[in-house]
């Protein structure tokens, strides 16, 4: 059996509480991903296995990297309680941010997708009928358009406003 020194154990142990708030964070993107793609059974069992198997390789590969893949008590102890202080620290800030940046991704996708079909929209009006029907028709993508130009501008209004918010005292 090998002897570690004092400094040697605290690493060790800093190294798995890494491993749990990293644990902690990658169960935040699982339950993400669940909230959006709402799986069927089968989806969920095989979201569930590869779950634990990432989960397995990071503590795996914390205990290879930290103390030579030895398995002690406070290896334990140290996963457990950084998902705890990541839990009740960071959890739901990481969770709140990632959620607005797929919304935002989700939103500007949807923009471009109808900034890619609006030269299309036009042409078909042009050969469907009047101005004026067309005209009706796209006047609602003209509009959209102005938006995602506008769209870089409230982005950074609303993220300085997100930042303030998170970091206001309560």
Known sequence: MQMYSLSQEAYILLASVYGGILIGFIYDLYKIVRLIFNP????????DLIFWVIISLVAFYVLIISNDGIIRFYNFLGFI????M????????????IIYIVQLTRRFI?????????????GLCLLE???SYCKKRTKPVYYKSKRIIGLPKRAFVNTKKNIKVYFTKK
């Open 81 to 84: 309680l950084g998902a705890f």
């Open 110 to 122: 949807l923009d471009l997708w109808q900034l890619i079909k609006y030269p299309f929209r036009v």
């Open 129 to 131: 009928g009047p101005y």
């Open 40 to 47: 069927k059974k089968i989806a969920t069992l095989l979201q």
């Open 86 to 97: 990541y839990y009740h620290i960071l959890s739901a800030l990481v969770t709140r941010t």
